[in-house]
């Protein structure tokens, strides 16, 4: 960072015209009526600050003293400088991998996190109210689940409308009477605050369900804090870890196993918008990461399916949506969640936090009851007030709010709900008075569905913005910013308040801060007058004891995605070496090689590198290239390179949480640059074999960085043992059936053949240097089939297929397991009996379509054995799959809920 700034102040001596940053800060305003973070008073509508203003008389006085602060060691930066930061705070982000992806876009690009340059500052005095508040409504929220899933004497009084409780769709009958284990509902609950133009901050919302943004606010003060390092440690910025530790110690201490228990993270898998936040926190707090699949109940238990066998599972942080928990009692069509896991939770013999059922909390209609239920309560008035909410439900409430309209939000009481209308908040300023009317006599029909709540203009944050068309390094615009301010559970019945939070500026000038709608983020630093807090969890004290519980057990979801990332990798470089090969052969000496373009043609079709329908390399070379560089990129029906190094990105995605930055990154921009070379190409109308061969050189180049990243960059446990068997499974295949069809197709025959064999195993370099140029059989069945040190031979794949699967069951040294078994032993095979010419009784295959020739390929011994290796390929990819994916012997029992 020091080597950072000292560059920046250079750059700064080398353009005396460009303005200081402080200026640019003191002339950056809110819109009028909102409250400016910067300089700590409501915005008027005035021409703003001089522009010629400098540092000391006119940002540093104009602006907080916490601001002030801040800029203090920035005095010297420029707008360029600023630019630099920016850009590396963005290549940052890129580089360590941080998403927020669109829901279901599996063939989109993955969207980075979006995070802003400066922080959302919060003085002493400011975030002391703000603890207070939030603390005072956790126990609040926990006293209201607690109640309404046991004695609801808050209904039986009248202090909450049934309809808005039990007629909510988030109120889970299937909860009423239990208690959970630890006899706390509630662990984490998230608080949307703003700031209104009065100075004061405001509840706007409440999230208790599986509330987002514990791990990008990490990510996010790791960033920014290493971008403005001196201001971070002059300013007493409170640090975040120990929170993180109070919640860990709390879920263990309340669960059924106390502090031994097995916590896991349930998430809904790769393409939810948030699921890099859910790899991270598991890493960051050492849990399993786990979706619905890899849990079972049994015996009212949960328990973790993995490669050795069933680990009871104790508690769950759920990331999951209630509905979709249990589609034994809840949504039956959900495929995330556990089938008799609610059934679990009753019993006691799991936690999971939050309980399910804490839905109806989140409607906007509750506001309005929480301070009454709060004087009930607690006797107390509540700190942190909300904005003035009125339900429509209440004839009352409803012909109150109807005066109210054009200056409110409309919203809906149930969000998201199928059983009720449910649309985007309204702002009843910005529609005109004919549309209010529409809207009021919606609400006069159903009024339960609406809530109106009162507008409050939020207060601003000047944020950087990048110059559109490219042009110029980008200016400060002010933009409303939201703060969400999480508590976590403290034990039994304590809270403790995150210092800080995560904020959410706008894209535009509107106040909607939704991150899926184009909004950014900001750190948030909670100032604190005590002493800083400088606990951290990236470096923990490790006992043996603790040693043992973080060793990684591999899911059978995370088995399955790693052997199918080896899978794919290796039939990607499978399908590159194959159109390379198909391509240069092609535009080589043709003459006299029918046999090389029919073998090559068929490995084309057996490897849909083309469909079936396209005539073979001699019927109609042009159109077999033509046809072979257009699926280079397809998705669908031709299963070419695209397709295969999609599969293979997709396959890494759910197994993030093991892969490198580096593995990853490569993957991700191996896969945008073949399809982005490629579609640019295709544009210009210049896709030729000849820029497709450049192309698939480059990917190969990759490829090999990825190979690399998996052979040398992974823990050697049982999921890079499947990954190693995925690979080994695919080569065994493809090499057997390379090598066949060769034979078949008599294309060994000639020099062309003989030489595109070898450079198909990737031997060329290895097999002239051993035998110059020569063309015998005898040297070319020595090095492709029963070299033991050629790790493309047939008999290396083989044996290493045999010791990886031995070694995956716990066999004992020098024993073979029943699986291993199922390949055939390399050891007895006979260079002189696989050499032996004899020849078929019966005629060969036709070769696309040609005549059969009319003397059989003879090595009748050599060719049976590549078949038995073909089949035993599927073979065991068939028993692995039966064996420790979907776990065949597992019973699972449905659970009937009590």
Not at 210 to 229: D, K, M, T, V
Not at 661 to 670: A, P, S
Request: with cysteine; glycine share 6%; aromatic share 8%.
């Amino acid at each position: 960072m020091k080597q950072f700034q000292a560059q920046t102040m250079n750059a700064a001596a080398t353009l005396p015209d460009a303005p200081a940053l402080a200026q640019q800060v003191a002339a950056v305003q809110a819109a009028p009526g909102h409250y400016d973070e910067w300089h700590g008073r409501v915005a008027q509508a005035t021409s703003g600050q001089s522009q010629n203003a400098t540092f000391s008389e006119a940002a540093q006085e104009d602006l907080t003293s916490a601001w002030a602060d801040f800029f203090s060691p920035l005095q010297h930066e420029s707008k360029v400088q600023l630019a630099q930061r920016s850009a590396q705070l963005a290549r940052q982000v890129r580089d360590n991998g941080i998403t927020y992806n669109v829901y279901a876009d599996q063939d989109g690009p993955q969207r980075p996190w979006s995070l802003d340059l400066f922080p959302l500052i919060l003085d002493s005095a400011d975030w002391q109210h703000i603890e207070a508040g939030v603390l005072q409504r956790a126990r609040l929220l926990e006293h209201i689940m607690a109640d309404i899933y046991g004695a609801q004497t808050l209904l039986s009084k009248g202090l909450l409308p049934p309809a808005l409780v039990q007629g909510h769709p988030g109120y889970l009958r299937a909860m009423c009477g239990a208690q959970p284990v630890g006899g706390r509902f509630l662990h984490i609950a998230a608080f949307d605050l703003a700031r209104g133009p009065d100075g004061n901050w405001w509840l706007v919302g409440q999230r208790t369900q599986a509330p987002s943004g514990l791990g990008y606010l990490l990510e996010n003060r790791l960033a920014i804090s290493a971008q403005f390092e001196a201001a971070f440690e002059s300013m007493k910025v409170q640090r975040l870890a120990s929170t993180y530790r109070t919640l860990m110690d709390s879920l263990r201490a309340l669960s059924p196993m106390g502090r031994g228990a097995h916590l896991a993270l349930l998430t809904p898998g790769p393409y939810n918008e948030t699921y890099f936040e859910h790899a991270y926190l598991a890493r960051y707090l050492g849990l399993t990461l786990v979706e619905g699949s890899d849990l079972l109940v049994r015996d009212e238990h949960l328990y973790l399916k993995t490669l050795k066998g069933l680990v009871p599972v104790h508690g769950l942080l759920k990331r999951v949506d209630d509905p979709y928990m249990d589609p034994l009692e809840l949504r039956a069509d959900s495929t995330l969640g556990v089938p008799g896991l609610l059934q679990a939770i009753r019993t006691g013999h799991v936690l999971v936090a939050n309980a399910p059922g804490s839905a109806f909390l989140e409607s906007p209609a509750l506001l309005g009851f929480l301070p009454a239920l709060a004087r009930h309560l607690f006797d107390q008035e509540l700190c942190l007030p909300a904005l003035p909410t009125w339900w429509c439900g209440e004839r009352s409430a409803m012909l109150e709010a109807l005066t109210k309209l054009p200056e409110c939000a409309i919203k809906p009481t149930y969000p998201g709900s199928d059983n009720h209308n449910t649309f985007d908040a309204v702002l009843g300023a910005r529609q005109d008075a004919h549309t209010l009317d529409e809207w009021a006599g919606r609400m006069v029909r159903n009024p339960q569905d609406y809530t109106v709540q009162t507008y409050m203009p939020y207060s601003q944050l000047p944020v950087w913005q990048e110059e559109r068309d490219g042009a110029g390094d980008g200016t400060l615009q002010a933009r409303s910013v939201v703060l969400r301010v999480f508590a976590v559970s403290d034990g039994a019945q304590g809270w403790r308040v995150l210092p800080g939070g995560l904020a959410r500026v706008a894209s535009g000038l509107e106040d909607v801060t939704s991150m899926q709608r184009g909004g950014s983020s900001v750190d948030v630093w909670a100032i604190t007058q005590t002493e800083i807090d400088r606990t951290t969890l990236l470096h923990p004290h490790l006992t043996p004891e603790s040693l043992m519980q973080r060793k990684r057990m591999v899911t059978s979801r995370a088995a399955e995605n790693l052997f199918w990332l080896g899978r794919y990798t290796e039939r990607t470089e499978n399908a590159l070496r194959l159109a390379r090969l198909t391509l240069g052969c092609l535009h080589g000496d043709m003459h006299d090689t029918a046999e090389l373009k029919t073998w090559l043609g068929q490995l084309a079709v057996l490897n849909t590198l083309v469909l079936p329908s396209v005539p073979t390399p001699n019927q109609a070379p042009h159109i077999f290239e033509r046809a072979l560089i257009d699926s280079l990129t397809a998705t669908n029906q031709a299963t070419s390179v695209g397709y295969c190094l999609r599969a293979l990105k997709l396959a890494a995605s759910s197994v993030r949480e093991r892969l490198s930055l580096e593995h990853w990154r490569i993957i991700t921009r191996t896969e945008e640059s073949l399809f982005a070379r490629f579609a640019q190409y295709h544009q210009q109308g210049d896709c030729t074999a000849q820029n497709a061969l450049h192309i698939l050189k480059d990917i190969s180049d990759h490829m090999a960085a990825i190979t690399g990243a998996q052979t040398d960059r992974m823990t050697r446990d049982d999921g890079w043992r499947l990954l190693s068997i995925g690979r080994h499974i695919e080569r065994l295949a493809f090499l057997s059936t390379a090598l066949n069809r060769a034979i078949d197709c008599q294309s060994l025959q000639t020099d062309a053949g003989f030489d595109a064999a070898i450079e198909l195993f990737d031997n060329a370099i290895t097999f002239h240097a051993q035998f110059q140029q020569s063309r015998d059989m005898a040297a070319l069945i020595d090095l492709l089939v029963l070299d033991r040190d050629n790790p493309r031979s047939i008999y290396w794949v083989a044996k290493t297929l045999r010791g990886r699967l031995a070694k995956l069951a716990g066999s004992e040294p020098n024993q073979l397991s029943e699986l291993s078994l199922q390949v055939p032993n390399p050891d007895v095979w006979n260079l002189a009996q696989l050499c032996e010419r004899a020849y078929d009784l019966i005629d060969p295959l036709p070769c696309d379509g040609d005549a059969p020739s009319k003397q059989a390929p003879g090595y009748l011994l050599l060719r049976s054995l590549l078949h038995d290796c073909t089949n035993a390929a599927y073979a065991v990819s068939e028993a692995v799959s039966a064996t420790y994916f979907t776990h065949a012997g597992i019973t699972n029992r449905s659970v009937r809920a009590s």
